[in-house]
């Protein structure tokens, strides 16, 4: 029961953070002028799908980390149209699982070298940018009734090109990532719980907060 | 089994650096071409159909709008008259395919032609569709 109740919190935590992050970071990062999607990607999403995983190893918490977030992004009505920008989160915590499913073991046998964790950085964060962006232009035309599959042919080398640089971001992020969640950090229950709860409202309040501000 | 994953994320990785590298290099190589083409931004020319417009043409001739779209308002001329000027016969017959400088290209009906602009700056902007279709530095649009 507390082990679940645990698992249950670090999802909603981690999918807070993750929904946070592209709510109001990726929108002030594209404000600056930078590619906020391969930063997103690369960086924040790579960071907290792979030390949630690492910190609690339980199979389906991505999947239901994307859910989180994508339900934060629902909140968050910027930006056009929010159910592919939801949909696109979902996949990547889906891409992401199965990927790691398919190539890692929680104890991290096949991740010892830092080869190995270079390596797992980059094709995971380009798989997850490229498969995540191709789903949002598959799904933004499908949910308008404007679906033409040339449109999306045409694109394929640049959207295999833009992946590239998150695939060099998570060449860097993933083994961060993987060497934080080496540290032993225990937190007493008594503090892991409260804490839990104040990250995620702060996460909700001030994405449910800035969408009303901007929409009044 | 273990060993065999090993030796595969390597080679995975491997495989998509190469894949995306070979991709940005064919992407640079036929931007820099179309660029060459259509790089005097003030006397861009627009493809539609199988007629050529002249962008500060169609200015003269098309009165500017100012719509409201959820990134504020925007001004140009309305896409639908574009079309008319262009003499395509029975617009709303056909789809259109709303081609950028480097490729990138949404289909539309002529519903969200109806609705839509054409800036100076050779952006269309459809206020009821999502971001995606707002295509940037139109060189083309395709009649279907």
């Keep these: 029961m507390n082990k679940n109740m645990k698992l249950f919190t670090g999802i909603i935590l981690f999918g807070s953070l993750w929904g946070f992050s592209e709510c109001i970071i990726g929108p002030w990062i594209s404000n600056l002028g930078a590619p906020s999607g391969v930063i997103m990607t690369g960086l924040f999403a790579m960071i907290f799908l792979t030390l949630s995983r690492l910190l609690y190893k339980q199979k389906g918490m991505q999947i239901s980390m994307g859910l989180v977030a994508g339900a934060l992004r629902f909140f968050n009505p910027f930006g056009g149209c929010q159910v592919c920008s939801a949909i696109a989160i979902i996949a990547e915590g889906f891409i992401f699982e199965t990927i790691w499913n398919l190539l890692t073991a929680y104890d991290l046998k096949n991740l010892q070298t830092l080869t190995n964790r270079v390596a797992i950085g980059v094709f995971t964060s380009y798989s997850v940018y490229v498969l995540g962006y191709l789903v949002t232009q ?18 394929m080398p640049q959207y295999l090109a833009r992946g590239l640089p998150a695939g060099l971001i998570g060449a860097f992020s993933i083994p961060i990532a993987i060497s934080i969640s080496n540290l032993d950090l225990k937190i007493k229950d008594r503090i892991y719980y409260p804490t839990t709860a104040i990250v995620t409202a702060f996460c909700w309040v001030f994405v449910i907060g800035n969408w009303l501000i901007y929409s009044i | 089994m273990s060993l065999g994953k090993e030796k595969l994320i390597p080679i995975l990785a491997i495989l998509v650096l190469i894949v995306g590298s070979s991709s940005s290099i064919y992407v640079y190589a036929t931007q820099n071409k179309t660029t060459n083409i259509h790089n005097d931004s003030s006397n861009r020319i627009i493809i539609i ?18 719509i409201e779209t959820d990134d504020g308002e925007k001004t140009g001329i309305p896409i639908d008259e574009l079309m008319v000027l262009s003499g395509i016969d029975c617009p709303s017959c056909h789809k259109y395919t709303i081609i950028a400088e480097d490729n990138y290209q949404k289909t539309v009906n002529w519903e969200n032609m109806q609705e839509g602009i054409l800036t100076k700056e050779s952006r269309v902007y459809f206020p009821e569709l999502a971001h995606a279709f707002w295509v940037r530095d139109v060189t083309e649009i395709e009649v279907n």
Aim: charged share 15%; proline share 3%; net charge negative.
């Design chain 2, 49 to 66: 159909g199988e007629n050529e417009i002249q962008i500060s043409y169609a200015l003269e001739n098309i009165e500017e709008i100012t």
């Design chain 1, 138 to 155: 598959i799904l933004t035309p499908i949910s308008y009734g404007l679906f033409n599959i040339s449109d999306i042919i045409i694109m």
